[in-house]
């Protein structure tokens, strides 16, 4: 994206999503709008439709665009692409968005959170997406009286249900709102993080074997960039506790009373979630102990076999080495008498296998000779 | 299961009970009631009783069982079995169940909680079962103004003594009301908790055991997996803190102040569980420790025998070597006259011997020939 | 006690107070009285007084019992042993007391609570002792209009210099009422943790001592039973700051204002054990730090000792094996000319001589000849 | 800085920020003003400012300084270094600042925090810098009727895109109050932790590549080090998540609903602060833990090295040794005839190759013959 | 100081303050004043002054000093030693001090606390002194409408500032009231903290060099030390959070509101010291980690040189094993011919300075030739 991604990949092993990138200069006025030039531009696309039809549009201008409004009973504008100041900006104007809400728009580093404005309801979540590592991207969402705003970084979202759903006629969707399209469409954001975290688990299973068996340098790097992970996707799960409790509990003129209830389902949803990553962190957590010990239990492995052999061999080199000296048995009938007796080769030899068996015998004692200790 | 867990047999070891299933696509409409097509087809039973009598019974049909309600003071309808969309639907139609409430019911991994509708009081609670891992099974209760819904996974329960005691005339459940029913169902479950966690005691007692006698790869496996199932209690014993808590101190009208004593004492249980499974939690985690430092002294024993062994023999082997130099002694008179020295051999023999003394005693003063150390 | 305990002693390492024993079967009704069998039979004793006088009587039967309350001020009806569930119930309907309470009165592991009733305040707290382990034993207390009841497990309790205050006249508990009793009770039970904490940090001490000096494999299993312990004194401890907290600031009707100034004082006390307590806690915790790194020190002191030995022999002994090899110096002057030199011998072994010193100043630089490191 | 500098070069491993240096002599009474000799001597500049236009001055007295005062909608008088008691008492007494608050602006190891005073609101944050390690500068704020008054520790800081913006009509902060110019202040110092945190990221990446591919003595003071920061970076980031809180949520007469907003924006940015630092703590935490695991790798490489050289030549050392024994083949056919064997060195040769093959099929089936393992 | 203390000197490593001493059997009635029989004797000093004037004296009796109060403005009534009983009651007496004040007086272990009485204000406070260990003591405060008493365990104290200003005319602390006097004396404790934190930093600093330079068995010993010591400095400063907060929030008849904003800057003190003592936690803590990684590289460095010195010679005394063999190169032409070849002996060393070679070439490739390392 930005310059910055170019000298990252030389040190690419940490934190993709824990990096933070904030566009304006340090000091710059508040509402300043400053575009990551490399973000795509916009492409707006809506979807107006009431309890009798819909209509799907890409209004090519501006104009087109502000055409649309009020004609049906909900309108949802969706734009994906950050890319020019000058269209977010005219969007800000004909929605009466908040310079300090557009400003957070466009820093796509937001944690998740609900402000209530005069005219209009913010909220940012966070979609997840599962690569080699976690990625997240901001998804902002304006609720007005008849319209929802959403703002995405790029093209492709999990909001394609949601869209079927409006499409077919009969759906509760079509008599409801525009605060039941905004629960939709955090539900969807929040049911997005499901398959996410179950693939999420298998990885972790996958790990976990390979942190038992046979566990190598790059295990721990793999054990750490699941901890990155996860802290990545604590970060993103946490603040929608806060969302969905702010948007149930909180009466807020633009939400119905029966929509909350809805919202209580998503808060529910959320702990679930929150619930299931600290699990695996925890998890996460704990396989590096069981590496550690892992390590460690080759390396008593290691030592035993090298203190098998030696306590063995050590004692039978020195019996050799005792009868390769060189005292001169003519000189003295004291001088190594072994080394003329008929059997002194063979004694020599019944002397290391004696050694042998009571080196053995001591490590079956020690309990070493077992298959895996 | 489900497909999926065929696949995970080649995995098994992490998280069983940690893995999330949700049945519905992500951005399904709330409330779709998608069913797990594996799990077993409901079977419903009813027990109605009043203090002069009790009936129980299967209906064969819904219509059947629509016959049954209202004529007795209480009556508790029990599902076993979630693989039926359709039977689900119309239960949920013919007790006023909220769509969000009965996706609940089916996707069988809810946190235990309760959230009073406008009609009922939905209550889940969270069985276990102790295999080789620790289980749990989803229990969903609908309290009504005069019957009691229950919604198991599978046949097979806990309630057989809530059930005794409805049969016998006399008891004080006779004479109480369906909130009475409710309360005695969840004692029930939270009960049986209790000999769950004993047996669960004595498996760590015995992991303790062999961590401290000879700690083995498959040890800390053990361990590893000790501290997952605590976890999976962990996660099922603390949301009903929050249950009980929440029937005892908020008023809700299907709930008597006299029936909100006896979850006072529930919420007592659910306390001396959690303090149970967290003293579980730091001993399993001390385990861990007491592993590792049990491994590292391993390691200090196998060193030291090698160390004891090499520091012996080297120094003998070193001896041997001299003399087993091919020095002409003929050559010169320094050229190793001990060789033909009349006590050459009883020399370099009592040179040996002297080493071995000094060495044993320097292992004496480190105190390196204690028995274990 | 129970026979589970005969299967324990086999496993005798962990918890004995961390487990739990629900008498009970799972899915009894409340209030449902199962007694240990082994408990011992209940004794009773009363204690009446008044400013004016006391009496101190053990009333053979319930009638008897009976015939003593309302004739003094404050009367003390003190029960040792839970085995005869008549009795208790007896008791229990004497004094108006709740199943609930009465069930928790023989379930003997309750944590340390305040339950108000409408006849009476209802208190569990718990005792300490320390044998080899720390044990706990759990007391009731009913506070009346103008009575206290106790039950106790066994005989044998820290209550006697209560009775000796009651016994001399003058002291203000004669003058005050039964809720000064109950104070003057549970502040009992308060300070006997303090001779327990002290010895208990003694044995700390010591424990730290060995750990440091000489760590075996049975220190880190002493370090082990110690966190356990402190496990169970933090069990028996916090829930009583809570006791207090209540009694303190909750207004009861049965209580004065005058003495709930008094368990302000019990709740300053419980802080300062909850804090002594955790102080223990991280001392403990740091232990098996200090052991681990005392192991490691082992392993780098024989380690070195052995590399010490090893690289010093190891050439010395391939110095005298290169002399020992028998190329034919006769067929070559290039051949082992050494064998034959006047001072081949000497040689040879200044040669060794010179190696030693070179290495004894290697590890001098290595500091490793150093006396303890 | 103080005297005390000089003795720290020589310990210069741990804390420079974390040290806290107490000016006034313990005991001193409230409001003692005891400046650092060493501290800069204090240098006013005053920016006066209104819709219409806009002055920047460098009072050369006092009483030029208060010239100024009243003339223009908004006043920013900036204070440079803290060296001069009786210049900052002046100011103090012309701004009516309490003296307790004028101690705090000496004594510049504040935490951030906000206090409001009769006449005025005393704010005080912490600058960041990132040398090479991380520092903080204390600057204090306090807002009048329409002047903000700043006090930092030394000359530079972070204040100049504010100017900029001042100098530039028709930016929004020309027609905004004094309270407005507080929140550009107090945002450009949040704003200014960003870059600093970036940076700091970069520094963990390359230290994490440095930890997986050769960690070293140094690796881990880097390691520490990098806590440390941490340590600081934290300490200065939590407070203001409080200031900001403060600012947002009390209502407080000298700063005005619209403006509050504002704070709400910077209270957003501090909890972006403190998440990421949290993160970059628990990566840091992390990396201790895959150093400790590196080492173990190590030795394990080392030892296996160590293990394979061993056990091979161990066993060809023994057999070579057997066939140095000097038995005599002449005094009995048992003794070593394959010394005069025709095939005997090659049959020892032999021996030897079959020992090697053994053994390396034994290090294969081991697996410690693969590439890194 | 008690008995207790020459028992203790057996054991003298762990938690000299850590140590609870509970003066009253447990049981006693509350109030009982049971005096340390080596406690000093006290000594009663008396300071009343007023804005004219103030005097010093030392009553040499109670009536003495009883006929100092209510001559002055203010009265500061200071009993250093705590060793006597009746004295102290008879004080207790004079001044309306509740008995459970009065035996927490004596009870020197308190934590810090506020407690209001009926008739004055009772306040704990510790003194913290820095000799080999951390020491603290406690100070005992009660604040009457216009006197301040006292209670020190010993003569020496952190007051003499205050007694400074109270001598000198002019002070502040003259014109104002007891409650002033009372934040006086408690700035000077807080104040105390100072230099012995800066103190506790300056050795935290050389331990961290030890560790990282030469970490012995001594070290270990030193962080314990250490961490113990901030355990002591953490219990003693944490409470007295609540007691500056409660003192500048809770609005007491004694305080005025104008002295009430000194105590928020006590307050604030208290935070900076909490902050202080938990950095300094977090690096005490981190200092075992780096001991342990010094341990383990320590020991890798070991190994690597026996790994070296072991691989170079082992292969090499194997060769010369082989020529030292004696097979009969004259039975047979494949016997050892190399022994009679002309270069014979120059080659086997020529096949050692090979091997060496070789074997310095894979640890160059190792890296294990570097430095250190």
């Known amino acids: ?8 990949s030389a040190l690419p092993l940490l934190m993709h999503e824990e990096r933070f990138h904030h566009r304006a200069p340090p000091g710059a006025p508040p509402g300043t709008l400053i575009v990551d030039p490399q973000a795509p531009k916009p492409v ?31 309108t949802w504008i969706n734009v994906d692409g950050l890319g020019d ?66 703002f ?31 629960y939709a469409l955090l539900d969807a954001v929040v ?41 990545t996707l604590r970060r993103a799960v946490w603040p929608m506790r806060e969302v969905f409790n702010a948007l149930y509990r909180d009466p807020v003129p633009l939400i119905t009373a029966d929509t909350r209830l809805y919202f209580r389902d998503c808060y ?7 619930d299931l990553v600290e699990t695996y962190r925890e998890t996460a957590s704990d396989l590096t102990d069981v590496y550690l010990s892992s390590v460690s239990l080759k390396m008593n492995e290691i030592m ?34 072994e080394l003329n007796w008929w059997l002194g080769y063979p004694f020599a030899l019944g002397l290391m296998v004696a050694t042998v068996v009571v080196m053995l015998l001591f490590f079956r004692r020690k309990g070493w000779l077992g298959p895996n200790r």
């Open 85 to 150: 100041a000058d269209v977010l900006k005219a969007l800000g104007e004909m929605f009466h968005i908040h310079p300090l809400a557009l400003e957070d728009v466009i820093n796509v580093h937001q944690r998740s959170k609900v402000e209530p404005y005069k005219d209009n309801l913010f909220v940012v979540a966070r979609m997840v997406e599962l690569k080699a590592d976690v990625l997240t991207e901001q998804v902002s969402f304006f609720l007005g009286a008849n319209a929802v705003l959403t």
């Open 304 to 337: 035993k076999v090298l203190t098998i052999i030696a306590t063995i061999f050590i004692p039978l080199t020195f019996i050799a080495g005792i009868y390769g000296m060189n005292f001169n048995p003519e000189a003295s009938p004291w001088n190594m008498p």
């Open 1 to 8: 994206m930005s310059p910055k991604s170019k000298r990252k």
């Open 44 to 74: 707006i696309t809506v979807i107006a439709y009431g309890p009798d039809g819909f209509t799907e549009e890409r209004p090519p201008t501006l104009e087109a665009l502000s055409a649309f409004l009020g004609r049906w009973p909900v």
């Open 268 to 274: 529910d949803h959320t702990i679930q979630l929150i």
């Open 191 to 231: 049911d997005a993080y499901y398959p996410i975290l179950e693939e999420f688990g298998d990885r972790l299973d996958a790990l976990q074997e390979e942190v038992m068996a046979k566990p190598t340098r790059a295990t721990i790097t793999l054990v750490h960039n699941a901890k990155r992970d996860l802290r």
């Open 152 to 182: 995405q970084e790029r093209v492709g979202d999990c909001f394609e249900p949601v869209r079927d759903r409006i499409r077919k006629p009969g759906h509760r969707i079509r008599a409801a709102g525009a605060d039941f399209l905004l």
